[in-house]
């Protein structure tokens, strides 16, 4: 089924102030999960109720914390989530990033104590609409990447986002986890009963597999961005480690969690990273966003493999979901739309999908 964006959006926010959530922060929280839907990543919007339903039961998030600013700098500034959901909290990092770089050319923002914040790219895409380059990575829930040549979970899916200015309405923007897959996609794999690609995937006992529950119920795991040590799986746990020290280790938060807290991490044991810096430090902006634009431009216009799917730069394919989206509506499972529907029903929020 298919329901139009603000329908969408607004169910979000209803069960999220159902369960006792600010409403500045349920607003902000169902501003991004509706734009990760929109832009078709699917796998950080709407589907993550239910795991944060799991969470707040368990007593493990906070969802009634607000954030706020613990220590700051000119160029820097630390946030403490409170334990709850990380989407308040990143924003106010982003924000107070690309406060800090307009007046003095760059700043970073690390979020301690926090949890799940959504899709990275929303917030890169916060400084590349505001002129500057932008940069996020996090920590993920979980234990659920193994490192090159390992047979064990010991990384998050923990991504990287980049963005840059372009051509106004279409910045370079990448928003990448650095495993093969979002484990937000194995799940709604399972949400479905459909079985995973080959490569995403492997068994408790370091076999490949193409059974969702494989990861999700049997301790199993995800691979590194790369698949194989012969598919150069080592670049992408490469760039796991330094997620986790860029953002982990700068906000004080854990690096690694032990294996037995892989189902139950402790609260706000995530922590995020942000960084905006001002392109004008070392030219004119406006040209230099000219040049991000032009580039950009070249690369679509490279002559494709398959003349049918041309040459997308990254952001292109996320927009071009929104467009089709905003107009046609965004899809949900059967299986995803029963989930949120009981879960409408338990917080006593208002059913607005019949």
Known sequence: MTFPHEKHRAQIEAILRAWNMAPEGAAIAADVLAWADLCGIDSHGMSMLPPYDKL????????????????????????DAGGGLGHPAGKLAMETAIKKAKAIGMATVVVRNTAHYGACGYYTKMAADAGLIGMSTTTTPGVTV????????????????MSAPGEPGRPFLLD???????????????????????????????????????????????????GTPDGASHKGYGLAAMARVMSAGLAGAPMLLRPEQASAPPTGSLAHFFLALDPGLFRDADEFRADVADFCDSLRATTPVDPARPV??????????????????????KGLLAQVKALAEESGAAWLLG
């Open 56 to 79: 707040r039961r368990a007593g493990l998030l906070n969802v009634e914390a607000a954030p706020k600013i613990a220590r700051e700098t000119p160029v820097s500034a630390v946030v």
């Open 312 to 333: 997308q730069v990254a952001g292109d394919p996320e927009r071009a979901s929104a467009a089709r989206r905003m107009r046609d509506g965004i899809p949900v499972g």
């Open 146 to 161: 193994a490192p090159t040549g390992g047979a064990q979970g010991r990384l998050g899916t923990d991504p990287w986002s």
């Open 176 to 226: 990448m986890a650095t495993a093969t897959v979002a484990s937000g996609k194995v799940r709604n794999k399972a949400n479905e009963k459909l079985p995973t690609p080959p490569g995403w995937v492997m068994s408790r006992d370091g076999k490949p597999s193409t059974d969702p529950l494989d990861l999700l119920e049997r301790k199993g795991y995800l691979t590194s961005l790369g």
